[in-house]
């Protein structure tokens, strides 16, 4: 057996014990939110203290993927935020600072600086490049969300190696470092867009609903984290995504636009 297939196969047995991913967006007070993508600053700091009381540990998906492999992933959840709003830096990073977690943040890298245009809804600022770079330097690992922010599956071969390998050229040339994850716009993914997230030189890529035969370091399944979420939800959705994972392969969102 090759190296390379013995490291594949290694990284998909372990999927079977992959820890829960928590899925944000915005962070913030806002006065209407038809696509539930927002959790006020206050829910979103009792959800943090509440991983903290379990003995859980939030960290980004780069640190994630590491320790499953080292076989070291026991006590720790995946923290995301898709898009790159700024409420995430304002209120959102204090919060992660003050536990000692990090999170990755995916950001649209042909989009920094603007709005979030693809949604019908009310418009929420984008960080644009420097505060996406004093993420990185507080310690959040940064993400791709694609150059656009379009669904992937199905689009052309040009368009799509713009929004994935594209993306990733100009977030490293920004930040001056690797930029290890993508996450899929909408969760919306194909076999196409899975294998040029591999091509690119990504070493995963974050999903929503993801088949059991998707399952893998390219197509990671997340749940979504809302401002319904209190202790005793996010206990359920602890349990339900270790047996949707398991069971059926996919974690099912229910309550919100499907905007991610």
């Keep these: 057996m090759t190296a390379a297939l013995e490291r594949k196969l290694l990284d998909r047995v372990r999927l079977g014990r992959v820890p829960m991913i928590l899925m944000y967006h915005g962070v913030a007070e806002v006065p209407e939110d038809p696509n539930l993508l927002c959790v006020t600053p206050a829910r979103f700091a009792e959800q943090m203290a509440w991983l903290e009381r379990r003995g859980l540990r939030g960290v980004g998906i780069g640190a994630l993927v590491d320790a499953m492999r080292a076989g070291r992933a026991r006590g720790l959840v995946g923290i995301t935020f898709d898009d790159g709003y700024v409420s995430v830096l304002e209120a959102a990073l204090p919060v992660l600072l003050r536990h000692d977690f990090t999170a990755t943040m995916f950001v649209i890298s042909g989009r920094l ?34 150059a656009t922010h379009v669904r992937l599956a ?69 749940i979504y984290a809302g401002q319904q979420d209190t202790a005793v939800r996010l206990a359920a959705k602890r349990l339900l995504y270790r047996a949707h ?13 499907g905007n991610a």
């Design 113 to 146: 600086g603007g709005a979030n245009v693809w949604d019908a809804g009310p418009s929420w600022p984008l960080m644009p490049a420097g505060q996406v770079a004093e993420l990185a330097a507080a310690g959040m690992e940064i993400g791709s969300h694609g």
């Design 154 to 222: 199905g689009v052309s071969a040009d368009r799509l190696d713009a929004e994935v390998s594209g993306s990733r050229k100009d977030l490293t040339a920004l930040l001056g470092a690797d930029i290890r994850g993508f996450a899929y716009p909408y969760g919306s993914m194909d076999p196409a867009a899975r294998r040029a997230v591999a091509d690119a030189g990504y070493d995963y890529a974050c999903a929503v609903e993801t088949p059991m035969a998707a399952l893998g370091l390219a197509a990671l399944p997340r």
């Design 245 to 257: 994972v398991l069971i059926k392969g996919s974690i099912v969102v229910k309550g919100r636009g």
